[in-house]
Structures are given as structure tokens and as C-alpha cells.
């Protein structure tokens, strides 16, 4: 099946400690994204990549890191930089950065 | 982006038709309107979008003002598995990257 798979759905860590939460699609998709989304808000912006081996940052980009050396991979690492890493994290991807965006399912991160 | 106004909540019985609107006045020329929706601790999911005319496909109908300035999504036999939040956003073709603002969006509640 294709699609966007993230992983994993729930993650625990401990104050202070980096952790990477993982994306891959196999849409052959050019464009990836990072969003934060917190409880009863929208969606916020945190980096993008357009094609490989480029990302920029978006809205809330303080604190986070991304990498994108595959088409196919978008990791996202929360630091110990950011203030209020508790929150659900979205990944999607498109075509291009013009086209229509699909969604993984997310990664519930809580930090302790 | 162009702003959008959408009821905070809706009620549709099963099997009937759901009609979810949404007001953009300040729409331009090259914005899309789109529509996604969420299900409870669940990734976005992209519904359908249209630029100027009426728009239909497996999950949903879109119908747009001959003036642009609101919309109305159909589902047409509404089901349970149809009770979420439905997003319309207004977003500009070609953009540099599609960043998608989600406002608070319509919580759609299908019962028996």
C-alpha cells in the first residue's frame, strides 16, 4: 500500500533528552512536511522540504531539526532546546510544495 | 491566505446528507479552497478542493458560489465513521509551499 507512515504513534521521553521521530512515504512525493498540532488548535509549521537534500525552516522552527538525505525520509529530532516539546506531530508530504499535502497518522510525544 | 468562517459545530443523522459550509469573502483569484478533516487523535485527511467549479469524487462534493465567496461540502450519506472536525482553508495556487492553517474548523456529529 503506499501512503505516509510515522512512527511510533506514542512516545515517552524524559525531560532534556533529544528524540527523532521517524517519517517515510513511498508516494515518490518531492515535498515533506513537519507540523505541531496542540489540543484544540490548528496546525503549525515547523520545517518543509521542497526535494532532497533541501528543507527550510517554517513557523516554529526553534528547537527542532530535520534531515532529508532520502526522498523518501523526513526524521524530525525535538531537542532538549525546546521549551514545550509535549504535542501532537503530524508529518505529510505532496507532489510538489503547489500540490495537495496527505497526512500520516502522527506521533504523540509526551515528555516527562 | 484568505480567512474562513465555519459553524463550530453540526448534527446529521445516518444516511442522510451532511452539508458543511463555509464562508471565505475575502477569497482571490488564485486561492483554492480545500477540505480536510480529522478524526479524534487521528492524522488530517485530505477530502476534495476546487478553484471555480463544482467539484465531486468518491468520499465528497464541493460546491462553490458562483462568486467565490463560500462553499459548501456534501457528504451524502453521511455514516458514524463521518463524525470529525472538518477544516475548509483557502490556500494560493503556486505558492514557494503549501503551508496549511487550520482554523478551528466544524465538529461534524453523526447519530443513529
Known amino acids: 500500500d503506499g501512503g505516509i507512515t510515522q512512527s511510533p504513534k506514542y512516545l515517552f521521553r524524559k525531560e532534556g533528552q533529544n528524540v527523532t521521530l521517524s517519517c517515510e512515504q513511498n508516494l515518490n512525493h518531492d515535498a515533506m512536511y513537519w507540523y505541531r498540532q496542540d489540543p484544540g488548535q490548528g496546525l503549525r509549521l515547523i520545517y518543509y522540504?521542497?526535494?532532497?537534500?533541501?528543507?527550510q525552516k517554517g513557523d516554529i522552527a526553534e528547537g527542532y531539526s530535520v534531515s532529508r538525505e532520502k526522498k523518501e525520509s523526513f526524521p524530525l529530532t525535538v531537542t532538549s532546546a525546546q521549551k514545550n516539546p509535549t504535542a501532537f506531530y503530524l508529518c505529510?508530504?505532496?507532489?510538489?510544495?503547489?500540490?495537495?499535502?496527505?497526512f500520516g497518522p502522527g506521533t504523540r510525544l509526551t515528555v516527562l | 491566505d484568505a480567512k474562513t468562517t465555519q459553524p463550530p459545530s453540526m448534527d446529521c443523522a445516518e444516511g442522510r446528507a451532511a452539508n458543511l459550509p463555509c464562508n471565505h469573502s475575502?477569497?482571490?483569484?488564485?486561492?483554492?479552497v480545500y477540505w480536510y478533516r480529522q478524526i479524534h487523535s487521528q492524522g488530517p485527511q485530505y477530502i476534495i478542493h476546487g478553484l471555480k467549479n463544482n467539484e465531486t469524487n468518491e468520499m465528497a462534493s464541493l460546491i462553490i458560489t458562483e462568486d467565490r465567496k463560500s462553499s459548501t461540502l456534501i457528504l451524502p450519506h453521511a455514516t458514524l465513521r463521518d463524525t470529525a472536525v472538518y477544516y475548509c482553508i483557502v490556500l494560493a495556487g503556486g505558492t514557494s509551499y503549501g503551508k496549511l492553517t487550520f482554523g478551528q474548523g466544524t465538529i461534524l456529529t453523526v447519530h443513529p
Open positions: 505529510a508530504s505532496s507532489i510538489s510544495a503547489a500540490d495537495t499535502q496527505y
Open positions: 475575502t477569497i482571490s483569484g488564485n486561492e483554492y
Open positions: 522540504s521542497q526535494i532532497v537534500n533541501d528543507f
